[in-house]
């Protein structure tokens, strides 16, 4: 079991920007796929992007053209760079691994599987 360390969430206004971070805790550790999801207490998880280890990325349609996902190797860290937030951005964002040797970011961000490594979560609130 490999436990994730997400950051990077806070509060801005409508149009601003933030940038979430997720390292393994402790531990080298590289998955061959990671991504980003998020989710509200009434709402079920869902992906928001995702990265392969051959550097491919899948984004959810409501953050394609805002949201970029980029990994860099030498840090073994993931990130998340959100752009034009909106409100209905809202939402606790986690950090997830695959350790599926076959995983494609397609996949992962198509929604979560139980085999996931996840991080404890980080709240990202817009207002308007």
């Known amino acids: 079991q490999v436990r994730l360390v997400d950051s990077g969430g806070g509060s801005v206004q409508a149009g601003g920007s933030l940038r979430l971070t997720c390292t393994p805790d402790?531990?080298?550790?590289?998955?061959?796929?990671m991504g980003w999801f998020r989710q509200n207490p009434s709402d079920e998880r869902e992906g928001v992007a995702s990265v392969d280890s051959n550097g491919f990325t899948s984004y959810a349609e409501s953050v394609k053209g805002r949201f970029t996902i980029s990994k860099d190797n030498a840090k073994n860290t993931l990130y998340l760079q959100m752009n034009n937030l909106s409100p209905k951005d809202s939402a606790i964002y986690y950090c997830?691994?695959?350790?599926?040797?076959?995983?494609?970011?397609?996949?992962?961000?198509?929604?979560?599987?139980?085999?996931?490594?996840w991080g404890q979560g980080t709240q990202v609130t817009v207002s308007s």
């Open positions: 997830a691994a695959d350790p599926d040797l076959r995983c494609s970011s397609s996949t992962m961000v198509a929604g979560p599987l139980p085999r996931y490594y």
């Open positions: 402790g531990v080298t550790y590289t998955a061959h796929c």
